[in-house]
DNA sequence: GGGAAAAGATCCGTAAACGTATCTATCTAA
DNA sequence: TTAGATAGATACGTTTACGGATCTTTTCCC
C-alpha cells in the first residue's frame, strides 16, 4: 500500500492482462518473451511498477503489439479502428484489443 | 561510452526531438509539462535513458501525442495515416510525424 | 481426493532512472 | 562587446525497476 497505484500503470496493465489471456499465454511464457522476469511481469501487469521503455516495447511485442506515438489529433480516428464499436472515455492512450488470436 | 547506446531509444529520443523542434519549445519546457528534469528529459532525448512508462507518457503528452498499443497487424495501416509517404523501415514502434504545429 | 500448473506475494541485492546543482559551449540580439 | 537563452555534460544522492529465490494460494484435471 506504499504509494498510489497510478491509474495509468493500472490501465496499461490491464490492456497486457487482456491481450494475454486473448492469446492464452501464460505470465511466465510473456515474462520469457520480454526478458524479464515473472515476478517482474506481474508488477506491470497489476500496475504496481512503472516498466522502463525497453520493457515496454519488449512486453508489447511478445503480446504481439506495438507501441507507437500517436499525435493526438488522431487519436479518435485510430481508436475507432481499434474498436468497431467503442465507447468515449476518459483518456485512453494505451489502446488496444486483440480480438482472439489463434495460432502461434 | 559505457553501455550501448540502445538503436530502440535512440529512435525514440528522435521522434521527441522532432516533435519539439516542429513545436518550437525548449528542453526545459518540455521537462516541466512532463513533470521530469531538464538534464533527464535531455538523456531521453539523445537516447541515453529508458524512461519509464509514467514519464514517457508524460512526455509524449507534453508534445501533442499519445502513446498507444497497436496490434501488429495493424501497425502498416497506422503507419501509412500518420505519414503520407513513408518509407519501409526495420521496424517502426514510435512513430509520429508532428507536420507543423502552431499555436500556444 | 491428489498433483501439477498458474498466479499471488514477499524478501534481498544490483542497476539504472530520477532530482538537484554546477559548469561550459553556442547562438542571437541589444 | 555584453547579456541572455538554449543546449551539452558532468557529478552525487535518492528512489525504484529489475533478477533471483522462495513460499503460499488458487485452479483445474486426472
Excluded: C, W
Excluded at 479502428?81 to 483518456?91: E, F, K, S, T
Aim: proline share 7%.
Amino acid at each position: 500500500m506504499t504509494s498510489a497505484p497510478d491509474p495509468l500503470l493500472k490501465d496499461l496493465g490491464m490492456h497486457f492482462r487482456k491481450a494475454r489471456m486473448a492469446a492464452g499465454l501464460s505470465q511466465e511464457q510473456i515474462a520469457l518473451r520480454a526478458n524479464i522476469s515473472r515476478p517482474r511481469y506481474r508488477d506491470i501487469e497489476t500496475g504496481a511498477a512503472a516498466a522502463r521503455a525497453t520493457t515496454l516495447v519488449n512486453v508489447a511485442r511478445a503480446l504481439g503489439m506495438e507501441m507507437m506515438l500517436i499525435p493526438q489529433a488522431m487519436v479518435p480516428a485510430i481508436q475507432s479502428m481499434l474498436q468497431p464499436a467503442a465507447d468515449d472515455d476518459d483518456r485512453p492512450a494505451f489502446t488496444s484489443d486483440v480480438e482472439e488470436e489463434e495460432g502461434v
